[in-house]
């Protein structure tokens, strides 16, 4: 099975939190925040959305940054995949 987004959304695959900080301590399930960088798996064609048109900017394989609170989590053969809009994207890791 394959996610394909419409309009100006984007599949996204979170990157692993990190387990222990700089300094060593290692740290448990709560403690550790979601990290916000992922890896972009799909790209909707983007198109006219809302009256605008819109050209996707990123591309699948670039690694993001993404806004804390952004998208719909979703979990298909066993992977969890975030479901966001373009403009949530925050800048492209290079």
Do not use: C
């Amino acid at each position: 099975m394959k996610l394909v987004p419409l309009a100006d959304r984007v599949v996204l695959k979170q990157l692993v939190a990190e387990e222990t900080t700089k300094s060593g301590i290692v740290l448990p399930g709560q403690a550790k925040e979601k990290p916000q960088q992922a890896e972009v798996v799909a790209v909707g064609p983007g198109g006219v959305v809302d009256g605008k048109e819109i050209t996707m900017h990123v591309k699948a394989g670039d690694k993001v940054i993404y806004s804390k609170y952004a998208g719909t989590e979703v979990k298909l053969e066993d992977e969890e995949y975030i479901v966001v809009k373009q403009n949530d994207i925050l800048a492209i890791v290079e």
